[in-house]
T-cell receptor
Framework: NAGVTQTPKFQVLKTGQSMTLQCAQD?????MYWYRQDPGMGLRLIYY???????DKGEVPNGYNVSRLNKREFSLRLESAAPSQTSVYFC????????????????FGAGTRLSVL | GENVEQHPSTLSVQEGDSAVIKCTYS??????FPWYKQELGKRPQLIID?????GEKKDQRIAVTLNKTAKHFSLHITETQPEDSAVYFC??????????????FGDGTTLTVKP
């Protein structure tokens, strides 16, 4: 049981390049999320998927697209990377259908450190 | 939408002292308040959480208090140890978001415990 797995761990891009960050969870969770973390700004939600087949914008969606490929996988795509997208990206999952407080607990992946030059 | 403010942004204490981190939220519909700890270079992990129908919850050296009227909640760490050094995030989840489990996070507090 690996939890939430993100790939790659590190990536360097040039301005204008595109790439896809991959995320997979093996906990059978319905909801998945993508956050970015910048110094002093906490975790900001980019996109989330409440369940397979649905996606919604978070606080900072501009410049990103997502795909909920199936229940396990949720990918984040940068079509034309910009230096402002240099950040650490975290994927997370939760299971709102479980009982009690457990339904809101978010489990995070190890993160992807992205630099855009 | 929900807005969560967290204070202080940095906190330094001597080993053995207590540490308190405070958060305020704006949406009265928020009903779930987790705290996450993130060690340097690691992922955030849940350390304690509280629901809106409870005023206080304790787990060994960690406690969380909630004041729904004032819309603020706090994390208390007693007898701090060097391994408590980390960034701590509070979060609030609104009732209408509960089905998606979507939380709004504070900006984080960097806690340093000096030996």
């Amino acid at each position: 049981n690996a939890g939430v797995t993100q790939t790659p761990k590190f990536q360097v891009l040039k301005t204008g390049q595109s790439m896809t960050l991959q995320c997979a969870q093996d906990m059978n969770h319905n909801s998945m999320y993508w956050y970015r973390q910048d110094p002093g700004m906490g975790l900001r939600l980019i996109y989330y998927s409440a369940s397979e087949g649905t996606t919604d914008k978070g606080e900072v969606p501009n410049g990103y697209n997502v795909s909920r490929l199936n229940k396990r996988e949720f990918s984040l795509r940068l079509e034309s990377a910009a230096p402002s997208q240099t950040s650490v990206y975290f994927c997370a999952s939760s299971d709102p259908t479980s009982g009690g407080l457990a339904k809101n607990i978010q489990y995070f992946g190890a993160g992807t450190r992205l630099s855009v030059l | 939408g929900e807005n969560v403010e967290q204070h202080p942004s940095t906190l330094s204490v001597q080993e053995g002292d207590s540490a308190v981190i405070k958060c305020t939220y704006s949406d009265s519909a928020s009903n779930y308040f987790p705290w996450y700890k993130q060690e340097l270079g690691k992922r955030p992990q849940l350390i304690i959480d509280i629901r809106s129908n409870v005023g206080e919850k304790k787990d060994q050296r960690i406690a969380v208090t909630l004041n729904k009227t004032a819309k603020h909640f706090s994390l208390h760490i007693t007898e701090t140890q060097p391994e408590d050094s980390a960034v701590y995030f509070c979060a609030a989840t609104t009732r209408r978001n509960t089905n998606a489990g979507k939380s709004t996070f504070g900006d984080g507090t960097t806690l340093t415990v000096k030996p």
